[in-house]
């Protein structure tokens, strides 16, 4: 079933938000009590604790210092969870939401897609995420075009028409015949492209900088993307199609622009999203501290 239209709020700059249908009242109420749960706990933690250490000392369990560090490493534990748990500043999620949502993002192919057609609220909802990204200078280099419908046939076709005439020969073949095969298959389960491009600012930026904005735009929708049900990977396209005069015209970009590839965006087949795993090295093994 459809998702309802989606409400609009407005944004710190005026403009108008993209805001998700509300969950179920049910799963309201569960969110509701979990966050009410943590900080009550966490409140009567200190409390008890100072008692417990009191009574500790008074009856000879505990010594005096033994006491002041087990209440210092309990406060040292305290102060770590409700990091964790409770609201930031501003009404931000708590840092474990926010760790959840990053460690949950995932590269998902259109082998596991449906077919189904995303709502517009869902690809706002990342485009929306993707304008509030880091930018040197306010240059917002970040553009995206977004290809559904007629559209992304067409671009489908002028894909496979620019690889055939742009290529070597020999290499020219297989690669055609490969993208015909996901023009029959994979692309179908496709719901819309969206094309990252990057308006260049050469007279006040190095070029590096605005990649790098960029890249954190995409990140951000891909989080968004995450949150709001969207399967989708970062395709960084067939080269010989992506750079042509040829598409950079199609997607309506000017001299000195630049497509640094596509969000393929779809839905996933039930359960198939959750049989993507991810792993990362551990912290000590990319960090080091000077302190």
Known sequence: MAAPEASRAASASGAAVPVPPPPPAGGARRASAGRGSGPVLLAAAGPL??????????????????????LALLGA???????????????????????????????????????????????????????WAPTHKKTEPWRFVVLGGQAKGEFE?????LCRERLPADKAEATVAKLERKAGKDWKSVSNYIAICMKRHADQLP??????????????AW?????????????????????????????????????????????????????????????????????
């Open 77 to 131: 534990a305290a102060a770590i969870l409700r990091a964790l748990l409770e609201p930031a500043a501003g009404g931000l999620p708590p840092l474990a939401q926010a760790l959840a949502l990053i460690r949950g993002r995932r590269a998902i192919f259109p082998r596991d897609f449906s077919g189904a057609k995303l709502e517009r609220w869902q690809i706002e909802a990342m485009l929306e995420a993707a304008r």
């Open 157 to 161: 076709a002028l894909t496979i028409k």
């Open 49 to 70: 604790s100072a008692v417990a250490a009191a009574v500790a000392v008074a009856t000879g369990v505990l010594t005096a210092p033994t006491a002041l560090l087990g």
């Open 223 to 291: 989080l968004a993307a995450t949150a709001a049900g969207v399967a989708c990977y970062w395709s960084s396209w067939q080269e010989a199609a992506r750079t042509a005069p040829e598409m950079l015209e199609f997607l309506g970009m000017e001299p000195g622009d630049q497509c640094l590839g596509f969000i393929v965006a779809g839905v996933a087949e039930p359960g198939r999203a959750e049989g993507y795993k991810a792993a990362r090295r551990p912290l000590e093994a990319i960090a080091e501290w000077r302190l």
């Open 207 to 220: 070029e590096w900088e605005e990649v790098a904005a960029v890249s954190c735009a995409v990140q951000n």
